[in-house]
């Protein structure tokens, strides 16, 4: 079994390189979902598994440590974004799959980069029928 995946990496946020020597991560890995994606006709109307990596680089909270999942960036909030972004309409490509859900976490506070890395299995049969 083959797997196809792809890697989105964004920084947009300036003054991020001064403080890596100080952050926190937030991941998420093997995050599987059921979507329908994929730009082949074949791919229509068809539920594949997606599995779903997501790396975040958070700033250090400057307030006291809480143990309320209310008041923290959480995993929680990625598998929500991930949620969300499927939920959003079909897509053809990971690429876009993995931009949206990249973008959308840099949307959080204190975000200084997003990692999300999309893999969907493909089959010996599918990848026979687009030789």
């Known amino acids: 079994m083959q797997k196809k995946e792809y890697v989105a990496v964004l920084t947009p946020k300036p003054g991020s390189e001064s403080q890596r020597k100080n952050i926190d991560r937030i991941i998420v ?46 995993y929680d909030n990625i598998i929500d974004i991930i949620n969300e972004e499927v939920k959003g309409g079909r897509v053809d490509l990971l690429e876009t799959l993995a931009e949206h859900v990249a973008l959308s976490c840099l949307g959080l506070e204190g975000v200084l980069e997003a990692t999300v890395r999309i893999e969907k299995p493909v089959s010996y049969t599918h990848l026979r029928a687009h030789e």
């Open 29 to 74: 890995r093997d995050y599987l979902k059921l979507i329908e994606i994929g730009a082949f006709q074949s791919e229509f109307k068809v539920k594949q598994r997606v599995s779903f990596n997501v790396s975040l680089e958070v700033k250090p909270q400057s307030f006291p440590l809480h143990d309320n999942v209310d008041c923290v960036l959480s």
